[in-house]
């Protein structure tokens, strides 16, 4: 989660404006930790598994921006809106806030391959290789929620 988006879910000043994740239109993303997958890696390359193939490390679960601003609502108890924008506004916005425009763009193929389901397939090899259930992209929002 970007820099933005952490800062949104603390809680808000007196007069502030609503909570809000705005970002181009996405699709279901398994939000990976990245200190389960280390912990994962070390797993595999210390251990005796051997493993045909590509090894693909993700969360249990997808979720899209709608299932995080309903998880952080739950959160902060204050209602996170969903604001999807239309991807040249948002470019835009980048480019405006100083991001340079291929950058911006690049940036912006991530949301619309999402939202094709490119990122869409999560599944329970992390959690096998840990021994565990992997940290949850709302278990990484509550530690957000909390600095």
Partial sequence: ????????????????????VDRPADGPVPYTDRADIAEATAVLLAGDRALD???????????????????????TGRTVERVVMDDEEWMAGQVASGVPEPVA?????????AR??????????????????????ADRLADQAAV
Avoid: H, K
């Fill in 1 to 20: 989660m970007d820099r933005t988006a952490q800062r949104r879910l603390r809680p808000p000043r007196p007069g502030a404006r609503p909570l809000a």
């Fill in 53 to 75: 193939g590509p090894v693909n490390l993700t969360a249990p679960t997808a979720v899209t921006f709608d299932d995080l601003a309903e998880i952080a609502s739950g959160l």
């Fill in 105 to 113: 763009r690049l940036l912006l193929t991530w949301y619309q391959a």
């Fill in 116 to 137: 094709t389901d490119c990122f869409a397939e999560a599944g329970p090899l992390l959690g096998e290789l840990l021994g565990r259930e992997p940290r949850s992209a």
